[in-house]
């Protein structure tokens, strides 16, 4: 059976950044009640024409170059959104012609911030069971067009970007070596996004409710969090025989900073063990994981031959939490140019909707 490596990784975020001085301007709040609370000093946010779409494929651009794979070479895409950019098509279907990557599947997974752990452990086991080699996982979110900027309960909070990481099968020990995955429908009133669906189609009374902006009971989602990240550490490292004195390092959804507070005392590890990016970014959701993931790995931090957990909960209720070998790049004499395939994609994508349009034009007229 082989094992599924984590081979690339990368993120990307809007430019411009929203400070808690800046919300101050529109709610009644203050930066240090933000930085108290939460942790969060700033937040990206979205520029008009970027999408989930296009921070997505800025993400992954990078995590193939860092696994120096082509994008035709992937067998499957999985993107995690919690703001996708349509009910569908799937955000990875656009991704996937973004990239030119011509013969994988793609769909999206919808499981809240908790997303990217379900999506990296879908996609392992795709490589586990041999029937894929090549896997890229997105986590990617524009949730600042689905936050109330007049309510000061969560403006607080959410952040645009996107994150990602390669997965590629081989026949060395490491990679992924555990996953838990966990839901409880009976928490689903805590975090919501009701407007849109098949059960509040948009309408003026929607809009006019505000069902299509995000809506929380903070405490009752801090209560959760608090109460299942620690255990689902504990969880993941059971099966491997580990402890938490195995791990180098372990990666939390970055929601609040007392959050992860709190577990590192749950867990009895010391603070500086866990990566933490929270204050520059606030919550992004799917993308928190891969963003943080990705910074430690540039400033050196995690490191190959680590073992790391990645942890995150979320709407749903969801939780779920990964040990992961980290090993990096597998060794290769070609050099591969992901970010040309670009060209070649936006091509291949024009060629394809003009033999569309003309199939269609001469199918017309035979009828
Ligand atoms: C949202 C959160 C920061 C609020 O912090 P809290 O300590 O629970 O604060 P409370 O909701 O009890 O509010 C305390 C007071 O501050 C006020 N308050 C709320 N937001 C405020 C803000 N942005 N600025 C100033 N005051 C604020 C409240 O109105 C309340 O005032 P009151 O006592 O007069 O009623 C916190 O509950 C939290 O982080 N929850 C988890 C959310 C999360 O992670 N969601 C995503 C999960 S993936």
Same mark, same amino acid.
């Given at each position: 059976m082989p094992f599924a490596h984590i081979t690339g990784w990368g993120m990307h975020v809007p430019e411009p950044v929203l400070t808690n001085n800046d919300i101050a301007k529109m709610v009644e709040t203050n930066d240090e009640w933000i930085r108290d609370r939460t942790g969060i000093r700033e937040r990206r946010i979205a520029r008009e024409h970027e999408f989930p779409s296009t921070l997505g494929v800025e993400a992954a651009i990078k995590a193939l170059q860092v696994a120096n %794979? $082509? /994008?035709? =070479? %992937? @067998?499957l895409i999985i993107c995690a959104s919690s +703001? !996708? =950019?349509?009910?569908? /098509?799937s955000t990875a279907c656009l991704i996937q012609d973004q990239l030119g990557a011509s013969k994988a599947g793609a769909f999206d997974l919808q499981a809240a911030c908790t997303g990217f752990i379900f999506a990296t452990n879908m996609a392992a086991q795709a490589i586990r069971s041999g029937s894929i080699r090549n896997a890229l996982v997105v986590g990617t979110e524009v949730l600042s067009r689905f936050v109330n900027w007049k309510d000061r309960n969560t403006c607080i909070l959410f952040g645009d970007g996107a994150g990602a990481f390669v997965l590629q099968a081989s026949d060395s020990p490491g990679g992924v070596l555990s996953a838990v995955m966990h839901s409880d429908g +009976?928490? $689903? @009133? +805590?975090?919501? %996004? %009701?407007?849109?669906?098949?059960?509040? !189609? $948009?309408?003026e009374t929607t809009i006019h409710e505000g069902k299509h902006f995000i809506q929380m009971d903070g405490k009752e989602v801090f209560r959760f969090a608090t109460r299942v990240m620690g255990r689902a550490v504990i969880e993941a490292l059971e099966p491997l025989k580990m402890t938490t004195n195995d791990l180098q390092w372990i990666v939390p959804h970055q929601a609040n900073y007392r959050i992860i507070e709190t577990a590192a005392r749950y867990l009895k590890m010391p603070l500086d063990k866990f990566v933490i990016n929270v204050d520059r970014y606030g919550n992004t959701s799917t993308a928190s994981i891969p963003i943080a993931t990705a910074e430690a790995l540039q400033q050196g931090k995690i490191k190959s031959g680590d073992k790391i957990v990645l942890v995150g909960f979320g709407a749903g209720l969801t939780w779920g939490a990964m040990v992961v070998e980290w090993t990096g790049p597998i060794p290769a004499k070609k050099h591969v140019h992901p970010e040309q395939y670009r060209r070649f994609a936006r091509l291949r994508s024009f060629v394809r909707r003009a033999i569309r349009y003309i199939e269609g034009f001469f199918s017309r007229r035979e009828l």
């Open positions: %794979l $082509a /994008p035709t =070479e %992937l @067998d +703001s !996708p =950019e349509y009910i569908f /098509p +009976s928490g $689903a @009133d +805590s975090l919501t %996004l %009701l407007g849109g669906g098949s059960r509040y !189609p $948009a309408s």
